[in-house]
């Protein structure tokens, strides 16, 4: 595995050089960062809502049956971390945040960031432009399984054109 790992993303070669921010190291594995304790959810329409309020039109609300309904889609993107890690070829299945706006009240127009609120407190500010590149998106699947819960199962943020810290769970 290892030896395929390697011929695949041989740092040496340019095209993996170019991919991997200066003072970033390759890695294979998915590390897992938290704030808190990673929550447990035993029934997620019970317990679990998307809520979006602030400079919007009016606030709104999805529980997961109808966050899940919305149209989806299916990426590959690398992904860097502030503490230094860079995996490639990461693969996320979710609803891009561009698409996500076009199912809640308008924004206003002077909304420029995005506050993402998870648990425990944590909260993660995002230029709205950000999120509206092509590769930001509210992300459910990871390499084609459901997300674990130190990945932010069952929803977080990915905005790729940050490092991952912006990527809130």
């Known amino acids: 595995m290892f030896n395929a790992f390697k011929k695949k993303y041989d740092k040496a070669t340019p095209e ?4 991997i921010p200066p ?14 304790e990673v929550p447990a959810y035993t029934s997620l329409e019970q317990t679990w809502d998307l809520r979006v309020w602030g400079e919007v039109a009016e606030p709104a609300r999805f529980s997961f049956a109808e966050f ?14 502030v503490t230094r890690w860079s995996k490639l070829d990461t693969t996320w299945t979710g609803v891009r945040f561009s698409e996500f706006l076009t199912h809640i009240p308008a924004l206003n127009p002077a909304a420029q960031f995005i506050v993402f609120h ?4 944590f909260t993660a500010n995002v230029p709205l432009e950000l999120m509206l590149d092509s590769e930001a998106m509210l992300a459910y699947q990871y390499e084609g399984q459901e997300l674990t ?17 912006k990527s809130a769970k």
């Open 68 to 81: 899940r309904a919305l149209p989806t889609t299916t990426f590959t993107t690398d992904i860097h971390c």
């Open 16 to 19: 993996v050089q170019d991919r």
């Open 23 to 36: 003072g970033q190291y390759l890695t294979e594995k998915f590390p897992v960062l938290h704030y808190g």
């Open 149 to 165: 819960p130190d990945h932010g199962f069952p929803l977080r943020a990915l905005v790729p054109k940050k490092y991952f810290w």
């Open 118 to 121: 998870c648990e425990h407190g």
